[in-house]
């Protein structure tokens, strides 16, 4: 089949890893006889040194025209580089926000796994790494406080700040649906977490997801608290499949899950609309500290690759052949920088992309 994909490239260590994940993608198509057109489009600091904004009417156009966008990351060192001077609309993250706002991409799935391989790298004790993990952290992505009003204003000489947070009842049921047909697909349980007890947005958030549960008969749900989630996700990691939530708190505990796994250069993600459409990039950031020196992790891109192949284009095949490729490169000892441990072999990204060019289809 011919796939049409849209690179988004970005700063600081984007380029390298979207160009491994480039190399595996060209293999898979090679190998299972697809054709794919890859279009590049500029968003972030790259975009603005060459358009003076982060995100183009053209380059969310070209992402509309392709079936699936493959994006690495986006921003700087904010205290050094010269993007965050300009106003917050113009920095990188709001091209992010932009594009996943045009998009409406509004669920962004947040696998966070404990690799048996690299649980040595898992921060918390053996006693609860020992269980294993495998959690999917649906976040909603495209309302909240991210996109509620915000302003400030000085009053009386005294600056003050609002940010609002919104959610209609048919945003929240949009992103439940989501988050109970993905459960269906797992271990059929989902923890909706919320902050009930405090915000009225969370008690719409709570009682929607309950009418939506009703149409679920076989997955199990319930509710926790954005504080005691925070607490049970290093507590007791292996309780949980899959954890929906608003954008804000999913923004948060998605970086703590991925801390608990201790390899967050694993770890991948998929933001999608309502169509087979995605955009899908590495739950890491641009990680400007060690941007061209050819030591990233391109995994979490790669797997991002994966996810892109079962979920925009259904070639599970493919993304199986992806995600054992990985697993049979760890299992092998190899690791990049990030994931080293004692008597492991150390590779660069791009030894790290031709080893798994070279597993699929051996
Ligand atoms: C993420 C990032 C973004 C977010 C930033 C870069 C705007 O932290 O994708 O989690 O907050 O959504
Ligand atoms: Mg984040």
Redesign the pocket.
Known sequence: MELKIACIAGDGIGPEIVREARKVLDKIAECYDHEIKYTDILMGGASIDVHGVPLTKEAVAAAEAADAVLMGSI?GDASVSPWYKLPPNLRP?AG??GIRKALNLFANLRPAVLYSELSGACPLKTEISGKGFDMLIMRELTGGL?FGERKTVEENGIRKAVDTLVYDENEIRRIAVKGFDIAKKRKKKVTSVDKANVLDSSRLWRSVVEEVAKGYPDVTLEHMLVDNCAMQLVKDPAQFDVILTENMFG?IL?DEASMVTGSIGMLASASLNDTKFGLYEPSH?SAPDIAGKDIANPIATILSAAMMLRYSFDLDKEADAVETAVKEALKEGYRTADIMSEGCRKVSCTKMGDLLVEKICK
Do not use: F, H, I, N
């Open positions: 921003g993250e992010l926000l991210y923004d998605s950031g």
